[in-house]
């Protein structure tokens, strides 16, 4: 066996530093999934369903926060429709995660407060991928990223 000690160390490096390149690469394409994949699921299975409802889910909505069913339900709507599209798309993206963010903290630890975790579960497996948008941001192959790119809106150095 000729093989060094430092041989493995300097794969494990490469391989990690490959798959953490700032510039593009699986770094930018897992963002691209993990963005896609969450907006969409949010966008269609929760959202859309509560804005096609909207007028008659409006007067039984709870009101976890005080503001009144309505404004609650609508809010919802807001955060799990149109942040989620912006997600998908990547425009906006840290700011679009917020409001999801809020959704899902005030449904896992307010509305779903009294049952059990199954209940619970669906809210904070949504809150993970948007808190990791947060503090990634979308990624390369998104709107912000192509903002990014452009001449002129880099910063000076």
């Not at 709870?62 to 998908?88: M, Y």
């Not at 059990?116 to 192959?141: D, H, S």
């Amino acid at each position: 066996m000729n093989e060094s000690p430092e041989a493995p160390q300097g794969f494990v490096q490469r391989v990690w530093y490959w798959k953490t390149m700032p510039d593009g690469g699986p770094r930018d394409v897992g963002l691209l999934f993990l963005r896609v994949g969450a907006g969409l699921l949010m966008l269609t299975q929760h959202g859309w369903g509560k804005l096609l409802g909207y007028p008659e889910k409006a007067a039984t909505w709870a009101d976890p926060i005080g503001v009144g069913s309505e404004a609650s339900l609508a809010l919802a709507i807001l955060a799990e429709v149109l942040c989620a599209a912006f997600i998908v798309v990547g425009l906006a993206t840290r700011g679009a995660a917020i409001p999801l963010v809020i959704t899902m903290l005030v449904a896992a630890f307010i509305v779903h407060w009294d049952d059990p975790f199954q209940k619970k579960e669906f809210a904070l497996l949504f809150l993970i991928p948007f808190v990791t948008l947060i503090l990634t941001g979308a990624g390369r192959y998104s709107i912000d990223g192509w903002l990014a790119r452009r001449p002129s809106y880099r910063r000076p150095s």
